[in-house]
């Protein structure tokens, strides 16, 4: 690509609307939450959740390892995963969550992107996606998770979403992903300022075909009027019936 064209290109994706896979991810989950905080920068107060990004970044290192030696990770070994970890040149944007892996949809005027954890690559070419969890549950039993939590959808979306991107970006992509979970042992007798992991992957059967409309809705959302609060939102009811009190106490006093 020449100058011109890189600054032609520069000049068109700041133009557009920048989407997020995370905004793309509230607005499915309430458009409403989801305009709240970007289009008018209100959203509720959340600390980092820093034990977890070292745990990211703790594993990030240890699949740079065998990346730069182009060797399997032994776990690759023991799940019969013919692949290594993928290495390329904009493999360090992909993963900065400022920049990201991103496609352009000059039609729509659409910006989109997101940070990934992970790619491996089969000895087929294809690209596998890889994203890293961390928690501390006393039993670890991703089955029943998913039966009673919604939690893992929202993982998968994830994982659809940077397959989509990959994809976007001209490559191919594998339809399985993975998540590497590291779980916490919380049973250990003594703490010696360690915590002792244990390591689950969870392979996720995936189809991105979603993903596409679900930009665009996302669009449709910042563009369009506030959209309704979802009547059985906890959070939603908990801040009506404050509001509510506190009214109801203005008029007492
Ligand atoms: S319904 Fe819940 S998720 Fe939606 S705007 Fe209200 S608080 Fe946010």
């Known amino acids: 690509m020449t100058i011109i064209e890189a600054k032609d290109r520069f000049k068109k994706a700041t133009s557009m609307i920048k989407i997020s896979r995370t905004s793309v991810e509230q607005n499915i989950k309430c458009p409403r939450c989801f305009v709240l905080d970007k289009k008018h920068r209100i959203k509720p107060f959340s600390l980092p959740f820093t034990l977890n990004i070292a745990v990211d970044e703790l594993c990030k290192n240890e699949f740079d390892y065998y990346r730069a030696k182009a060797e399997p990770h032994p776990l690759f070994i023991e799940h019969g995963i013919d692949a290594v970890p993928f290495a390329h040149e904009q493999l360090d944007d992909w993963r900065n969550w400022r920049k990201g892996i991103r496609t ?5 005027g659409i910006n ?15 690209l596998i996606v890889a994203d890293v969890k961390a928690t501390a549950k006393k039993v670890f039993d991703w089955e029943k998770t998913c039966a009673e939590y919604d939690y893992p959808k929202s993982y998968q979306r994830q994982l659809e979403m940077y397959q989509y991107l990959l994809k976007k970006n001209g490559f191919e992509v594998a339809p399985e992903a993975y998540l590497v979970y590291y779980n916490g042992r919380k049973n250990e007798p003594m703490f010696n300022q360690e915590i002792k992991f244990d390591l689950h992957l969870i392979k996720v059967d995936c189809d991105f075909s979603w993903v596409d409309q679900a930009i665009l809705d996302t669009k449709k959302s910042l563009e369009g009027p506030m959209p309704k609060s979802t009547p059985t939102c906890e959070n939603c009811n908990y801040l009506k019936a404050r509001w509510n009190l506190s009214q109801q106490n203005v008029e007492d006093a």
Not at 104 to 108: C, S, V
Not at 112 to 126: C, H, L, M, N
Request: no cysteine; aromatic share 10%; net charge negative.
């Open 112 to 126: 989109f992107g997101g940070a990934i954890d992970d790619v491996w690559q089969k000895s087929t070419g294809e």
């Open 104 to 108: 352009i949809d000059e039609e729509n």
